[in-house]
């Protein structure tokens, strides 16, 4: 095939119909050779809801799962029943994804009936009450805290819930085990 009769405005266009690609340009260098380059969309959370699983990046926008593997991600799941419960959880997940920290701390983001947000943590059994995505830094700041000072006095079987909710206030409620 002749190179000047490569059609790129089309191979774009099927490009664009890919949902794990973000963008791509297709051009013809000086030297005759087809160029194409894409940007991946990244996940930053699996929703798992209501029979359905699909993953999420961090502009809300929906990539299948792939046959390929699966991506290391946070799950979210819970009483999602909205575009803004999904806005909720990718904030929290993308806040949590960009600290590798985090990325290692909690397995999954929960909403709850009361739209309150939860994270289920990869170590002990408690859970930690975010409750919305206000203040997420002091939120994780007090968390770290927490888990540095008080953690390593209690125990981590100590508690069952550890509340983030309210302004510089850690409340936890014991585990009665």
Avoid: H
Avoid at 85 to 95: M, Q
Avoid at 155 to 177: P, S
Wanted: charged content about 30%; overall charge positive.
């Amino acid at each position: 095939t002749i190179i000047k009769e490569i059609d790129t405005d089309t191979i774009r266009d099927i490009l664009k119909k890919i949902p794990f690609l973000m963008e791509s340009e297709v051009t013809i260098s000086m030297g005759g050779s087809l160029v194409v380059r894409s940007k991946q969309r990244n996940p930053v959370v699996r929703i798992v809801n209501r029979g359905t699983s699909y993953y999420l990046d961090s502009t809300l926008t929906k990539i299948p799962l792939s046959k390929e593997g699966q991506s290391d991600v946070i799950v979210g799941n819970g009483d999602i029943k909205t575009v803004n419960d999904l806005k909720r959880i990718v904030t929290l997940a993308t806040f949590i994804y960009r600290t590798e920290d985090y990325r290692t701390l909690f397995d999954q983001i929960y909403l709850d009936t009361n739209k309150d947000l939860l994270l289920v943590p990869k170590i002990g059994k408690q859970v930690i009450l975010i409750g919305d995505t206000a203040d997420l830094d002091k939120k994780f700041k007090n968390l770290m805290t927490f888990y540095k000072k008080g953690m390593c006095n209690a125990g981590w079987e100590t508690y069952e819930k550890i509340n983030l909710k309210y302004d510089d206030q850690v409340i936890c409620t014991r585990n009665n085990q």
